[in-house]
C-alpha cells in the first residue's frame, strides 16, 4: 500500500502540488496518498515514478 511517512515530510509540495491525482496536502500541512493508499494502476505508475524525486524519502 502506497504510504508517506510522516516524520520524514517536509511539506515541500512536489509531489501534491504536481501530482494531485495521487498526493494531498493534509491539514498538517504534510502530504497524503489520495484513497488511503490504495491507488488503481495508473495511480500506482505515477506514485513509483514520483518515489525517488521526494527530497525526503518520505514516500515509502
Known sequence: MAHIN????I???LCF???S???KQ???GKAEVV???KLN???QKIYDEVKPMCPASAIE
Open 6 to 9: 510522516k516524520e520524514k515530510c
Open 11 to 13: 511539506p515541500c509540495g
Open 17 to 19: 502540488n504536481s501530482f
Open 21 to 23: 491525482e495521487v498526493f
Open 26 to 28: 493534509w491539514a498538517d
Open 35 to 37: 484513497n488511503d493508499g
Open 41 to 43: 494502476e495508473e495511480q
